[in-house]
Every structure is written in structure tokens, then in C-alpha cells.
């Protein structure tokens, strides 16, 4: 199984972080390893200091799929959940100025935290799905599937052109605007269409 994340691909969050519109989706792995297990908090990590949460959209592959076209894309999902791409910032900077790769930023154990995965059928209506994330109870995030630069289907199918998508393959479908750190013994939950989707404590 793989994670396979897009960055960049909302305008609010493009704009906080002064990025310029990707002209194709840039994305990422993490490997399985970084999958946070249920009900397991998350652990701050000793070599950061300033993690950030980032709240997506979270797809799960039901298809084994390559060189998928967008208009067939849809068949290649079956369900979505809210996901925590979890980032340190610090050494993302760091990597980032120096011009390296920013695996090690964002696919360390426990960086990746999915809730529970709900039917797209029951999602997907006219005005997009709607996600939003509470930390401490003060909401942080509202996002919306809509607003995406790049939707689900244009993702499945430019990822799959570099890699096979197998069943239980995760897709992260980038986050809003409002990123920002946590500290230990905070308490992040996230609503998906106003369903309580996932809660993670930082510990
Ligand atoms: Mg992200």
C-alpha cells in the first residue's frame, strides 16, 4: 500500500504560503509506515519543532489502475475519509531552501492520519464535500472539494500515468488555507460534511 499526496492544490492555502498555481499537481509519497494507527495518538517527534496539521480529503483506491482517464476516474474510488498530512514544518523549510527533497518532512512515522472512510456516493452531491478541522474546539480549517485547483479525477488519472494504483493505494488531496502548529496535548478533530470523522491527540 502507498500514500500518495498532492500539495498545493487549494488558492486559499496556495496564497498563504506565497506559492506560485502548479500547472500540473505535485505530489508526494509517504510510505505505509507513516500511517498513524486507529485510536493511536500521535507522537511528537523529537528532530522538530514546529509540526503542522494540514487537514484533506482522503480517496481510497478500489481498482487496480495505469494510464487512467480522467473520464473513467471515478470508477477507480469508492470511498473518502478526512486525513492529516502531517508536516514539520522546520525541516520542510530547511529542505525546501536548500533546494533537496522534503520526504523526510512529511513521511515519518505517524505523519499520516486517515478517519473513518465513508461511501463517495453518499458524499458527492452538487456542492462538493465539505471538510472542516477543530483544534482544541476552536475551528482552524473549512474546506471544500470545489475549490480544489485540480479535482479527484484529474489526480487519479495524472498520478496513474507514473504509478499502478492498487487496491488500498490512499490518495491526499491537499489542504485549505488555515495550516498551523501543534503542541503537545492538543486535540485535533475533523468533520466530514459535519460528521465526526477523526480525532487525533498529539502527545
Ligand atoms: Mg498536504
Known sequence: MK??????????????????IPEKPVFFLKPETALLLKKQPFFYPDFSSDIHYELELVLKICKLGKNIS?????????EIATGID?????????????????????SFDGAAAVGNFVNKDVLLKNEGISFSLKLNDNVVQVGNSLDMVFPFDH???????????KIGDLIFTGTPSGVGPVKVNDVLESYLENEKNLKVLIK
Not at 500539495?7 to 498563504?16: A, D, P, T, V, W
Not at 480522467?70 to 469508492?78: I, M, T
Open 3 to 20: 500514500i500518495i499526496c498532492i500539495g498545493r492544490n487549494y488558492l486559499s492555502h496556495i496564497r498563504e504560503f506565497k506559492n506560485k
Open 70 to 78: 480522467a473520464r473513467f476516474a471515478h470508477k477507480y474510488y469508492n
Open 86 to 106: 502531517f508536516t514539520a514544518r522546520d525541516i520542510q523549510q530547511e529542505c525546501i531552501e536548500k533546494g533537496l527533497p522534503w520526504e523526510i518532512s512529511k
Open 155 to 165: 489526480i487519479v488519472s495524472y498520478v496513474s500515468q507514473f504509478f499502478t494504483l
